[in-house]
Structures are given as C-alpha cells and as structure tokens.
C-alpha cells in the first residue's frame, strides 16, 4: 500500500486532505484514482488507513483507521562527524531506517568537512522522509542543525548512555556494557574520517562518556556508525 506524509492539521476528524508534492506523487507519479486506498503517516506516530474520495489538486481523503506507534525506547541519538561526499546522506537514511531517534552531525578538529558545507540539513530532511515511507516509519529521523564537539560534550547530560567510539580503545568493548535496554536514552558518538583529536576524547571522558572499541581493525567513519546503530538497537531490543 502506497504511504504519504500529511501535517497533522490536514487531518479533519474523518476528512483529510492532501496537497503539494505528495498530491502531486499520488495523482501524476501512482495515478491513484477514487476508491483507491493509501496509508498516511503524520510524523507523530499516528498512521491512517484512507481512502480516496475526490482527485484535484488536492486529494480529499475519507479517513477509515487511524493506530499510533510509541517512540521506541531507549531514544537512540547518533553524533556524526562530518563526512565527506554523500556519507552523511547514507546514514541519514541508515538512521532513519534502523529507528535511531535523533542524528546529530557535528564539526570537530579532523572534520575535512570544511563548516561552511554544513547546511545539508534541507536535502536530509528529505532523504529521513523518503526512507520513513519505504520502510514504514510513522516519525521521522530528528535531524539536529550541525553543530560542534564541545556544544555536544556541554548538552551530553540529557543523554542517560553516553559512548564515544575510539579506535585506541583497548579494553571497553559494546558487549561489555550494562544492558542498554536500562538506559531510557543513548548517545554515541563516531568521528569524522580523521578520528578524533586525544584532546577531544578527554573531552568527551570528563563529559562523562565511556570510550568504547568495535575492535582490531580501523572501521570507515560510515561502517563503524551503521555498525554501532545496529548493534546498538540489536542490544536495546529495537531489531
Ligand atoms: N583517525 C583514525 C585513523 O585513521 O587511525 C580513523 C578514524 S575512523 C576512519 C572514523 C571513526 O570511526 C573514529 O573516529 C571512530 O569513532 C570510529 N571507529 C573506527 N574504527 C573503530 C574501532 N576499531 N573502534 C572504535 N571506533 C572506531
């Protein structure tokens, strides 16, 4: 069943209406017609079984079920370090994908990302909502504005779990953490391709978090991030 995005406030009681570039999708890209039934997701966690009643340039929509799907928990929050190319894109689709809560790209010493590059965030909102309606998510990827190490390392108190992913770690590996389901929320933080400077994992370690290995080898700043979300949500019952 095709699935689109509506605002919230498009939703009357049993009525809604759908317009711009989702109207667009359904009526010159599927060619739905009346009759047809579709799936509608708001962004809340409300999901909507519809059906189509009238096609113009807006859709008007007879609403026939509505189910809401909990946040899941523990809120899953992967800091990025800016990657170079399309990197960030994939990840922000992995994220979105593999239910991570919230993606937080931020700059940092090894960044080569330079910081004026950073206002990406319009393309991710796009990709977060486009893989929300392939794979079925009702709330899209929360999609921080680009922000720096420090800014993270000073807000890391809201976060319950706090790991920081280190390639010289030796002796604290994810298997070795209290079950992280306990945790009502994670943060974990990857580097950029550079790694990060031993200044800022002191940093990090004084902020309280727990440098962790995902082993011998030398991910790619991209494999050790869609590994640690992975395994991540594996350890959290999430997958
Ligand atoms: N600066 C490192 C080097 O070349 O020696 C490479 C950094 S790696 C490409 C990018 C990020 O992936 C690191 O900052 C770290 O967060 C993560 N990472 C890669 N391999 C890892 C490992 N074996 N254990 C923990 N984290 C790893």
Redesign the pocket.
Known sequence: MHRFFIEPQAIDGSRATLTGPEAHHLRNVLRLTAGDEIELFDGTGAVYQARIEHIGKAIELTIASRHTIAPREPALFIAQ?LLKGKKMDFLVQKATELGVTGFLPFHSA?CAVPALKDAKTSRWEKITMEACKQCGRPIPLHLAAVSDLDSLLAAAEHYSGKL????K?TSTHLSGLAPLASYPSVIA????????AAEEIDKAVQAGFIP??????????E???LSVMAILQYLSDNL
């Open positions: 370090g090894h920081i992913f280190w390639e770690e933080l990857i580097g950029p391709e550079g790694g990060f962790v290995s995902l082993g011998r080898q030398i991910l790619r700043a494999t050790a991030a």
